[in-house]
């Protein structure tokens, strides 16, 4: 895919969410692939770079400070379009979209509307280049969860209890064989037999690659960056997390 003339360089924070996506998709002229953010990773390239746009997708925030929503707020005052979906980029999204970052796909409208905790999106995952997933996030399990019930292999009830169970746990205990010892717990070993045949199917139902996929098909992003803007009136009192620096940009 080529990029339109004039249109703003794109800046894609990616990981695991793009782990098993074509590499054609991922790989287009006009993107530049950058590796999960952490916190100060958006204001070096607001620093250093042109204004284009960032379109945020994974970041780390468990072992390093995650990246912050002033550096977010401040790459928008400093004229960059910035798009957040799939795992982190969609939680920032959902935290900062009456500050004027755009949200994008079903990650963000759920963390959108459903008030869901931060780790809704975590997982583990193996180092650069593939990041490999180890885990699953919680937010694509309630999507396999839900395809149990459609299939007729789990019942509501049984999902959304084996679901509740792994929504208290760290999530880097949220696997595959995490999924099937909770519906063991919740339901029984036939139910859990039953779920195992379908687990091959759990890769195609990441909402989270889902979401990246329709982007990167669709890129409606690819414009020309609007021009510096004043941050809005309640951006210094807008969300921050618990350990980020103030700026004086905004």
């Not at 292999?153 to 205990?173: K, S, T």
Request: with cysteine.
């Amino acid at each position: 895919m080529n990029s339109p003339p004039g249109a703003a360089r794109v800046h894609l924070f990616v990981g695991p969410t793009a782990h098993g996506l074509p590499a054609v998709l991922v790989h287009q002229d006009g993107i530049q692939l950058r590796p999960p953010a952490r916190r100060g990773h958006v204001q070096e390239l607001v620093d250093g770079e042109p204004a284009g746009h960032i379109v945020l997708v994974d970041g780390r925030y468990d072992d390093v400070p995650a990246v912050g929503h002033r550096e977010l707020l401040d790459a928008l005052a400093a004229g960059w379009r910035v798009t957040g979906l799939g795992s982190i980029g969609a939680l920032r999204a959902a935290e900062l979209h009456g500050h004027g970052m755009t949200g994008y796909g079903q990650v963000f409208t759920h963390l959108l509307t459903s008030q869901a905790p931060d780790d809704e999106v975590a997982l583990l995952h193996g180092p650069a280049p593939g990041y490999r997933p180890i885990t699953e996030a919680l937010v694509d399990l309630r999507a396999f969860a839900a395809h149990l019930t459609h299939a007729g292999v789990l019942n509501r009830d049984q999902a959304a209890a084996a679901i509740g169970l792994l929504a208290g746990r760290w999530f880097g205990d949220r696997s595959q064989p995490a999924f099937l010892d909770a519906v063991r717990t919740t339901a029984d070993d036939a139910a859990a037999a039953a779920v195992r045949t379908h687990l091959s199917r759990l890769p195609g139902l990441r909402v989270k690659a889902q979401d990246l996929r329709d982007y990167l098909m669709e890129r409606p992003g690819t414009q020309s960056p609007t021009p510096p803007r004043s941050c809005p009136a309640t951006a210094a009192a807008g969300p921050s997390s618990t350990t980020s620096t103030p700026r004086s940009a905004c």
